[in-house]
């Protein structure tokens, strides 16, 4: 089965530095590739992580900055050059589409482009189906129209072999079984339990407000912005963004299973302090949140499934 991934093409909110290209997250789901906020020199970058243009369909901005969509004209450039490509679909809040638009317009690409501006509304909209999983968007706090993309498994069923030996059941029966819920006196639920999907969610810039934490509820993966240390938590506050304290604070609230932190600012060369902080703020919330502190090119697995809870037998 192929890995579901994320593969770091660059880490720079703001401004680029000598060792950090500017933001861009190429998702690996399931053979489908989705590429979320690509900045100036992702092209480059894509290059280098050895990712096929051909393969992404979709791309998700979250807005309008450039340091978040400046990379689209190259990418699609690249596609065309390297195609056959599929048509590729740009996403973003409704308030990015005249620049999304534009932006694929100027790449003048051999690619079929459609742009959809998504709603940014306080609750989840329904923004694509990525290989059988829901994309949903949220809008979060940021100095423009701003959303957070979730992507989320529907919940599958594990089958216990011993369980289904016992009840006599095997072959064609177990897909009967799952497809009715009952056969010849035998429940769905005295043979298998529920299996959680798999959730990857992706928060780029915001303030701290409740649906970061609503976008990266219980999440296998989330990509946090971190652009400031807690001891500029004002910039923070008045530029619109995330403290490493305040990530590591929601994912920890929120379940997460692994956080990304990305998007640092140019101020930090040495992002060891970062990772610190958001470590100790989800050691203070007592969760068991694992810290990846992004670096180009860096390739993060989805944590393997959850396992679910056993088999419980009716006495
Ligand atoms: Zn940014």
Avoid: K
């Avoid at 997250?25 to 489908?32: A, E, I, M, P, Q």
């Avoid at 690249?78 to 620049?99: I, S």
């Amino acid at each position: 089965m192929s890995p579901r991934e994320l593969v770091v093409l660059g880490t720079a909110g703001q401004a680029p530095t000598r060792t950090r290209n500017h933001n861009g997250y190429l998702l690996r789901w399931d053979g489908t590739s989705v590429l979320f906020d690509p900045g100036e020199g992702i092209q480059r970058q894509m290059l280098h992580a050895e990712v096929s243009a051909p393969r992404i369909e979709r791309i998700c901005v979250t807005h309008r900055h450039n340091d978040h969509c400046l990379g689209i004209p190259g990418v699609l450039n690249r596609m065309a050059q390297d195609g056959p490509g599929r048509p590729v679909t740009l996403h973003g809040p409704v308030d990015a589409f005249e620049h999304l638009r534009a932006l694929a317009v100027v790449a003048a690409a051999h690619v079929a482009v459609t742009v959809e501006g998504v709603p940014t509304l306080d609750e989840p909209v329904d923004v694509a189906e990525v290989a059988g999983c829901r994309l949903t968007a949220q809008a979060l706090d940021h100095r423009v129209p701003t959303i957070g993309y979730r992507l989320a498994e529907p919940a599958g069923r594990s089958f216990d072999a011993d369980a289904l030996a016992a009840a006599g059941i095997s072959g064609r029966d177990v897909g009967e079984l799952a497809r009715r819920g009952e056969l010849r006196g035998v429940r769905l639920g005295d043979v298998s339990v529920q299996r959680p999907g798999q959730v990857f969610a992706f928060v780029m810039d915001t303030r701290l407000c409740p649906a970061v934490e609503e976008v990266v509820r219980d999440a296998d993966l989330a990509v946090l912005e971190c652009t400031y240390a807690d001891r500029d938590a004002d910039l923070a506050l008045s530029r619109g963004h995330l403290t490493a304290r305040q990530a590591g604070l929601a994912a920890a609230r929120a379940g997460v299973r692994t956080l990304v932190l990305a998007h640092f600012s140019q101020r930090y060369p040495d992002l060891e302090e970062l990772g610190l902080e958001a470590r100790a703020a989800i050691a203070e919330v007592g969760a068991g949140t694992t810290v990846h502190v992004a670096r180009d090119l860096d390739v993060v697995a989805v944590p393997p499934r959850r396992h679910p809870a056993p088999v419980s037998r009716a006495s």
